[in-house]
């Protein structure tokens, strides 16, 4: 079972502790992190895009010029898509792109991702992960400390609007709950940091 060391809050290492195999030691599945991963962002498109077709482009009733004779190509509009400020052919509507995944990959994904973060030992336990008061400039000792920089995941056992709110103008910084992590989100962070008593609720959760 993989262990890794728990931190307390100002990068001193208080301990140990066993992380559950079935949760953060499985043999990645990249196939499953990548269905999930394009799945997310696929879900957080607004699918907004919109183009007129000939049918909608004003004005293009009148046949511009007369059949045979005139040594041109004969057309019927000027709304067709070669003209110039014509219709688009085959234009683009408004529509959703969400789709669903089923819920043993999801979970087999997720998986993937923490025991990847392990593996890469890009994972830190903070013994008790709280901040007394909103301020952004003891969220960014307490990274210090930590030696976190780039964009990092902090999870917390439960909704803390302290560390929510220290923490939410610093750049890169994410805060989320044990309950209520994403595949997307873990992969992209650089630093998965989890505050200890989160850890029996992710592997009482995704287990």
């Known amino acids: 079972m993989p262990e890794v060391k728990v ?9 140990e502790v066993t992380l559950s195999e079935a949760v953060f030691g499985i043999k990645p599945n990249t196939v499953a992190i990548h269905a999930a991963v394009k799945n997310h962002l696929a879900n957080k498109r607004q699918g907004t895009q919109s183009a007129l077709t000939r049918a909608e482009v004003a004005g293009g009733g009148k046949k511009p ?5 005139t040594g041109r190509a004969r057309q019927g509009s000027v709304s ?9 052919a085959f234009a683009p509507k408004p529509r959703s792109y969400r789709y669903t995944l089923n819920k043993k990959l999801k979970r087999i994904a997720l998986k993937s991702a923490l025991s990847l973060k392990v593996a890469n030992d890009s994972i830190i336990v903070v013994d008790k992960l709280k901040m007394k008061e909103k301020k952004t400039k003891d969220f960014v000792k307490f990274m210090t400390a930590l030696g976190i920089e780039g964009k990092v995941l902090i999870v917390t056992n439960e909704l803390d609007e302290n560390v929510i709110f220290s923490g939410r103008n610093i750049p890169g910084v994410k805060t989320t709950y044990g309950s209520l992590l994403s595949t997307y989100d873990i992969m992209n962070a650089k630093t998965f940091v989890v505050d200890k008593a989160a850890l029996g609720k992710i592997e009482e959760v995704y287990a």
């Open 7 to 15: 931190h307390d809050m100002k990068g001193k290492v208080v301990g």
């Open 65 to 69: 010029y007369r059949q045979k004779g």
């Open 80 to 88: 067709n898509p070669h003209y110039t400020h014509g219709g688009v």
